[in-house]
Each structure stands twice: as C-alpha cells, then as structure tokens.
C-alpha cells in the first residue's frame, strides 16, 4: 500500500522559509515522477513543483526562483524548500505521485497547512 | 495556464442522478482521452476517482462514471448518497503547460 505523508508546514512570517517534507512508503520516489500541489483556503488545486524520475525540475511562475523540490533516496523522502515566502503562499500543500502514463496524480497525501501572515 | 471549466455547484437529492461538465480545449480535453476525475471531501485529500475519461480504479464504486463528448468530458454520479457531498475536480493532459496536466475549478456537490 502506498502512503504519503506530509509534514513541516506551519505559520511563518512574510519573507521567511519552510521545508516541507513528504515521507513515501509503498514506492520509492526517487522512481517516480513526484510533485507539490496546493490549494489555498476556499480555492482550487494548483500546480507548485514537480521531479521527475530522471531528476528535471519544474516550477510553477508564482513560485520559481523561491522554491526548491528534491528527493532524499536514503529516507525515500521528497522535499519542497520554500523561501521569501509571501501572504499569497498561504495553502495546504499536497505531495502526489503523478502517473504520466495516464496524466493523473494517483496517491496523495494528506497535506499540510502553511499560514503565511505577521 | 487555463483552467478547465467546471459548474461551481451542483445538488441532487439521494437517489438521484447528478452529472458535472469539464469543458476544455479542442487540443487537450478534445484531443485525447486522459481526462480524469477527483473527488476531495472537507478537509481531506483529492481522490482519484475516473481515470481515461471512464475507467476507475480498483475499489471506486460503479456509481461513478465518465464520458467525453468533443471537448466536454462529463462524470455521472448514479444512486446519489450523502456520502458523495465533496468537490469534485477533472484534469486533462494539455501541451500548454509545463507539468502537462491541467486542472479544472472544481464542482461542489451538495446532496439535498
């Protein structure tokens, strides 16, 4: 079975930095093409970051330049630095595998709250 | 990148029937068959639910089904129950965007 679970979220203020972590078991993400979703209160899903297997880097616009995603194969762990980080970053923040086979995110997390604010 | 178009609301009693419209693209939702449907209840995390416009994966009830027609792909929600008040929210493989998965706005599902 796999499972995806997210943590490092939190409330920060304007300006400063979070590492979020997603800790993957059942699939080893260093294998998979593995991404960041999130979605601010009351709003839809939107595209942050993505890794592919073969370790290209993808960035939303809103947030290239800020954020960084890697994976660590020894704690099969995928990563989502976020720095300079604005009011606007305020959401929960999904890791999902993302199928490109089919051009679906298949397992999810369970997300995790960032609260930028003063 | 655009999103898909979905109604914001849709209600049904239980029992009923209820479809909700992903409109896209002629290039994306037209174009192929990866359109995929997601349902996301209060709090939790999206779920995959139709895949390949009308497959769903393994433990998805046969309530749940999908349809494309031109550039309109559709999931019919059969036998309606409380249960399925949640957001409902498709997405399309698109060439216009650099993670070449495209999301609608998501439908809110109100069971009456």
């Known amino acids: 079975e796999v499972q995806l679970v997210e943590s490092g979220g939190g409330l920060i203020q304007p300006g400063g930095s979070l590492r979020l972590s997603c800790a993957a078991s059942?699939?080893?993400?260093?294998?998979?093409?593995m991404s960041w979703v999130r979605q601010a209160p009351g709003k839809g899903l939107e595209w942050v970051s993505v890794?592919?297997?073969?370790?290209?880097?993808y960035y939303a616009d809103s947030v290239k330049g800020r954020f960084t995603i890697s994976g660590d194969n020894s704690k099969n762990t995928l990563y989502l630095q976020m720095n300079s980080l604005r009011a606007e970053d305020t959401a929960v923040y999904y890791c999902?595998?993302?199928?490109?086979?089919?051009?679906?995110?298949?397992?999810w997390g369970q997300g995790t709250l960032v609260t930028v604010s003063s | 990148q655009s999103a898909l178009t979905q109604p914001a609301s849709v209600s049904g009693s239980p029992g009923q029937s209820i479809t909700i419209s992903c409109t896209g693209p002629?290039?994306?939702?037209?174009?192929?068959?990866?359109v995929s449907w997601y349902r996301q209840h209060p709090g939790k995390a999206p779920k995959l639910m139709i895949y390949?416009?009308?497959n769903r994966p393994s433990g998805v009830s046969n309530r749940f089904s999908g349809s494309k027609s031109g550039n309109t792909a559709s999931l019919t929600i059969s036998g309606l129950q409380a249960e399925d008040e949640a957001d409902y929210y498709c997405?399309?493989?698109?060439?216009?965007?650099?993670?070449?998965?495209?999301f609608g706005g998501g439908t809110r599902l109100t069971v009456l």
């Open positions: 390949d416009v009308s």
């Open positions: 999902a595998r993302v199928d490109y086979g089919d051009y679906l995110l298949d397992y």
């Open positions: 997405s399309s493989y698109t060439s216009s965007s650099t993670f070449r998965v495209v």
């Open positions: 002629s290039s994306d939702v037209g174009a192929y068959n990866y």
């Open positions: 890794i592919y297997s073969g370790g290209s880097t």
């Open positions: 059942g699939l080893t993400v260093s294998r998979n093409y």
